[in-house]
Nanobody, 122 residues
Framework: ERLIESGGGLVQAGGSLSLSCAAS????????VSWFRQTPGNGRKFVAG????????YYADFAEGRFTISRDNDRNMVDLQLDSLKPSDTGVYYC????????????????WGQGTQVTVSS
């Protein structure tokens, strides 16, 4: 099982980025995928998550209204659209997967990508 993130980069405050997570090797499509981020000096925190059936989406308070998570099981991709970015959004963004429903604790996830850097300049 493998997760690979892409799409990070440098953007000015107020701008947008689109992150993608490509999943491969999973024997079942019944898994939830979430995005976490690690900002400078902090541990990884939950950003957004989506259930395998697309029916449930969850967002951290700071992400609500600015970030959008989506999923395409045919392509085995989970995307995170980041809009109205702020310098405080700077960090490394990780996608993670687990069997079952979305959880907000990082220790509940079995599979992790390598992360992609997002930098927002003021």
């Amino acid at each position: 099982e493998r997760l690979i993130e892409s799409g990070g980069g440098l953007v000015q405050a107020g701008g947008s980025l689109s992150l993608s997570c490509a999943a491969s090797g999973f024997s079942s499509s019944i898994y939830s995928v979430s995005w976490f981020r690690q900002t400078p000096g902090n541990g990884r925190k939950f950003v957004a998550g989506i259930s395998w059936a697309y029916t449930d989406r969850y967002y951290a308070d700071f992400a609500e209204g600015r970030f959008t998570i989506s999923r395409d099981n045919d392509r085995n991709m989970v995307d995170l659209q980041l809009d109205s970015l702020k310098p405080s959004d700077t960090g490394v963004y990780y996608c993670a997967a687990r069997d079952g429903i979305v959880r907000e604790r990082e220790d509940e996830y079995n599979y992790w990508g390598q992360g992609t850097q997002v930098t927002v300049s003021s």
